[in-house]
């Protein structure tokens, strides 16, 4: 079974850009969620999508957005970057709207600059 | 709001000692508690999880406890390798939807 994918790997961008991540769950499970993490602050929630429908979200500002298509490959965008938006941002899949085991992706790196 | 509490930041052991961290939630309808292990540069991966109707599991030379009362629960890593040095993070569910929230880590290395 193919582990959860998000692409691109690295980005790069400057201030005032906006960017769109890419995460491709585990075939069958329906649960995405969205972390940045950064060092010293750990993973940190941004939102969780279930069957296209955005069920929670995170203490972030709008700029972070997100959506879930019906294949259950969900993306985030962010727009006007600001130089703290650097991080990891990881994405998980689960099976069900009820918490258990999520899987993680291997991340999208973006250095804003 | 809801919060997850870990210490220590960081641990260092000998080859073969126990390692012990702890964290404590403040969501008291917190159910679910799951720990990951981070390598460097690599993904997290779920090592163990524990649910609140359980006090204890173990899975070989790794175990967790919780205590529903206190609001805290434990990983406890015995005969230590040096491959498990990593970074490890304790996680439970909180929010109104029942997200998981992060503690920020344990440095954990394993001298051989």
């Known amino acids: 079974k193919a582990g959860v994918t998000q692409t691109p790997r690295y980005l790069i961008k400057t201030r005032g850009q906006q960017v769109t991540l890419s995460c491709s769950p585990i075939s069958g499970h329906r649960s995405v969620s969205w972390y940045q993490q950064t060092p010293g602050q750990g993973l940190q929630f941004l939102f969780e999508y279930f069957s296209e429908t955005q069920r929670n979200k995170g203490n972030f500002p709008g700029r972070f957005s997100g959506r879930q298509f019906s294949n259950s490959r969900s993306e985030m965008n962010v727009s006007t970057l600001e130089l703290g938006d650097s991080a990891l941002y990881l994405c998980?899949?689960?099976?069900?709207?009820?918490?258990?085991?999520?899987?993680f992706g291997p991340g999208t790196r973006l250095t804003v600059l | 709001g809801e919060n997850v509490e870990q210490h220590p930041s960081t641990l260092s052991v000998q080859e073969g000692d126990s390692a012990v961290i702890k964290c404590t939630y403040s969501?008291?309808?917190?159910?679910?508690f799951p720990w990951y292990k981070q390598e460097l540069g690599k993904r997290p991966q779920l090592i163990i999880d524990?649910?609140?109707?359980?006090g204890e599991k173990k899975d070989q030379r790794i175990a967790v406890t919780l205590n529903k009362t206190a609001k805290h629960f434990s990983l406890h890593i015995t005969e230590t390798q040096p491959e498990d040095s990593a970074v490890y993070f304790c996680a439970a569910t909180g929010g109104s939807q029942g997200n998981l929230i992060f503690g920020k880590g344990t440095k954990l290395s394993v001298k051989p």
């Open positions: 969501d008291s309808a917190s159910n679910y």
């Open positions: 998980a899949s689960s099976r069900t709207e009820f918490y258990n085991e999520q899987f």
């Open positions: 524990i649910r609140s109707n359980v």
